[in-house]
């Protein structure tokens, strides 16, 4: 086991990896029959854009292959082993990386999350979208504040996106992480984007937070319902 995590740790096993996870993402976004809600959900997007597209953790796998050859997206990652690995395989899908972390009270605050907040808002106004999960670390289904905080520091609109498929395994974990398997129905769902007025209160950000919470939810739960034709199959987070 210790021989296993001291080659994981190496940069070469770490490029390899991500290497190998991004042209599987790539293989079961190729033969997963997708159907998109909205239809025009690209065409809304690219209205926006550059646009912040939230998921929930655990469910956001396939986001990177969502992405059309025109646009220009950077995802927020972690700063530990996996998000380094997150990020070699976002950039092996043309998508750039932020490394930094959230924190559910304040925002982003601590492992260099401040610097990793004025990343995502200088990325969004130099026009490249931006790409998170919207809970906080170990609390999943909560959205915290650091999303919203981006959104009234940019003035740039969230969208709250769901990516499902009909065939996949749901780890035991916190997030209960969805591992998307290929040949199946796949879901790309998209809720009503809001905003966030620069002038917002603490009220007002709370409200935010609390309507983002619910129409991630309410995508998350349709994205399942498109790909699964059995009430009975399982829904991460149910």
């Not at 550059?50 to 969502?66: K, M, R, S, T």
């Amino acid at each position: 086991m210790e021989l296993l995590k001291h080659i994981g740790r190496q940069r070469w096993a770490k490029i390899a990896i991500g290497i190998g996870a991004a042209e599987y993402l790539r293989f079961v976004a190729k033969t997963t029959r997708f159907t998109l809600e909205p239809a025009d959900i690209y065409e809304r997007g690219e209205a926006d854009m550059p646009i912040i597209l939230a998921f929930w953790h655990g469910q956001h796998f396939l986001a990177p292959v969502a992405r059309r050859p025109h646009h220009q997206v950077k995802m927020l990652v972690s700063r530990h082993h996996d998000g380094q690995v997150n990020a070699i395989a976002a950039a092996r899908l043309g998508v750039g990386a932020i490394h930094g972390s959230g924190n559910h009270g304040g925002g982003f605050v601590h492992k260099a999350g401040v610097a990793a907040f004025q990343a995502m808002v200088d990325a969004l106004q130099q026009g490249c979208s931006v790409a998170l999960s919207a809970d906080v670390p170990k609390v999943a289904r909560v959205a915290g504040l650091g999303i919203i905080k981006l959104a009234q520091a940019s003035g740039r609109p969230i969208y709250p996106s769901a990516i499902a498929t009909s065939r996949r395994v749901v780890l035991d974990n916190w997030d209960r992480t969805t591992i998307n398997l290929p040949f199946g129905r796949g879901a790309g769902v998209a809720a009503e984007p809001l905003t966030v007025p620069a002038d917002a209160d603490a009220a007002a950000l709370e409200a935010a937070r609390q309507l983002l919470e619910q129409r991630l939810n309410a995508a998350t739960r349709r994205a399942y319902e498109i790909v699964d034709t059995s009430p009975s199959k399982h829904q991460p987070g149910d």
